[in-house]
Nanobody, 123 residues
Framework: QVQLAESGGGLARPGGSLRLSCAASGGTFSPYAMGWFRQAPGKEREFVAA????????TYADSVKGRFTISTDNVKKTVFLQMSSLKPEDTAVYYC????????????????WGQGTQVTVSS
């Protein structure tokens, strides 16, 4: 069973940047798609971004498109989320998950969630 551990969260000013990391250990990491999700207080967990580890294709939620970038380091079994031009509405706990398909589609199910990392955007 793969285990995922997120890190890199913290406090950022509006317009600032943060880089989240998701390190995988154990289980089977490749070649499944990986994704980032977030959950704000009182809201359901929502999709942020996904990446196909074979081919590198990426998909983003409209709310983060052009501001966030997902990437992977397959050697280090790590997935990153570079967040720029942060907004207060980006405040949430961010989770990474492993998909059950090689290529991400809207039907891909994610699991093996880590503990999450808190991102707070405030002036």
């Amino acid at each position: 069973q793969v285990q995922l551990a997120e890190s890199g969260g913290g406090l950022a000013r509006p317009g600032g940047s943060l880089r989240l990391s998701c390190a995988a250990s154990g289980g089977t990491f490749s070649p499944y798609a990986m994704g980032w999700f977030r959950q704000a207080p009182g809201k359901e967990r929502e999709f942020v971004a996904a990446i196909n580890r074979v081919g590198g294709s990426t998909t983003y939620a409209d709310s983060v498109k052009g501001r966030f970038t997902i990437s992977t380091d397959n050697v280090k079994k790590t997935v990153f989320l570079q967040m720029s031009s942060l907004k207060p509405e980006d405040t949430a706990v961010y989770y990474c998950g492993r998909g059950n398909t090689v290529r991400y589609t809207v039907s891909t199910r994610f699991g093996s969630w880590g503990q999450g990392t808190q991102v707070t955007v405030s002036s």
